[in-house]
Antibody, heavy 122, light 107 residues
Framework: VQLQESGPRLVRPSQTLSLTCNVSGVAISSGGYYWNWIRQHPGKGLEYIGYISHSGSPYYNPALESRVDISLDTSKTQISLKLRSVSAADTALYYC???????????????WGQGTLVTVSS | EIVMTQSPATLSVSPGERATLSCRASQNVNGNLAWYQQKPGQAPRLLIYGASIRATGIPARFTGSGSGTDFTLTISSLQSEDFAVYFCQQYNNWPGTFGQGTNVEIK
């Protein structure tokens, strides 16, 4: 299983950050896993943005919920992230990741993409 | 949101020695805790889930223990490839939250 993030590396403040994750080696539509976006601020810890199942609704971190959209395109084996109204505080390394569900929660992450650094700056 | 606190922030250990890393949750997370290893420039790698279950391919020198609010990751005999940052993560409650990490460095 491989996950590969792509998208603009530089986003202007107040604009929308858009990233795509291409999934290979497993069919998203097969179920059994959740698909996540997690970010890591430079030199800092990790923060959940949200996750989505192959057929269910997305779940977002309440701290970001008003600005985030996560969606799946199972035919293209892609997961998308949109984060609106960004500021410098959104500068981070963004990871796409697969997790093993625990109940209705995202569970533990067993596969990570390489991550893509997105800088918010004018 | 559950806050995960790791200690120490930095642990200096000689190769071959034992390393003990701690992770404390601000409220009960049962056994729903994972540990990850991250090396510079790399994504995290899953080591342990369910507090004590080693992920596929993880050497037996990595041992996780604990439940409730207090958890430990023990590396029995540090190898050169084990020097890295280690994160704990609770997934009992949404959003899952991570500790700030313990940097295991060569003494």
């Amino acid at each position: 299983v491989q996950l590969q993030e792509s998208g603009p590396r530089l986003v202007r403040p107040s604009q929308t950050l858009s990233l795509t994750c291409n999934v290979s080696g497993v069919a998203i539509s097969s179920g059994g896993y959740y698909w996540n976006w997690i970010r890591q601020h430079p030199g800092k810890g990790l923060e959940y943005i949200g996750y989505i199942s192959h057929s269910g609704s997305p779940y977002y971190n309440p701290a970001l919920e008003s600005r985030v959209d996560i969606s799946l395109d199972t035919s293209k084996t892609q997961i998308s992230l949109k984060l609106r109204s960004v500021s410098a505080a959104d500068t981070a390394l963004y990871y796409c990741a697969r997790s093993d569900p625990y109940g209705d929660n995202a569970g533990w992450v067993d596969t990570w993409g390489q991550g893509t650094l997105v800088t918010v700056s004018s | 949101e559950i806050v995960m606190t790791q200690s120490p922030a930095t642990l200096s250990v000689s190769p071959g020695e034992r390393a003990t890393l701690s992770c404390r949750a601000s409220q009960n997370v049962n056994g729903n805790l994972a540990w990850y290893q991250q090396k510079p420039g790399q994504a995290p790698r899953l080591l342990i889930y369910g507090a004590s279950i080693r992920a596929t391919g993880i050497p037996a020198r990595f041992t996780g223990s604990g439940s409730g609010t207090d958890f430990t990751l023990t590396i029995s005999s540090l190898q050169s490839e084990d020097f890295a940052v280690y994160f704990c993560q609770q997934y009992n409650n949404w959003p899952g939250t991570f500790g700030q990490g313990t940097n295991v460095e060569i003494k």
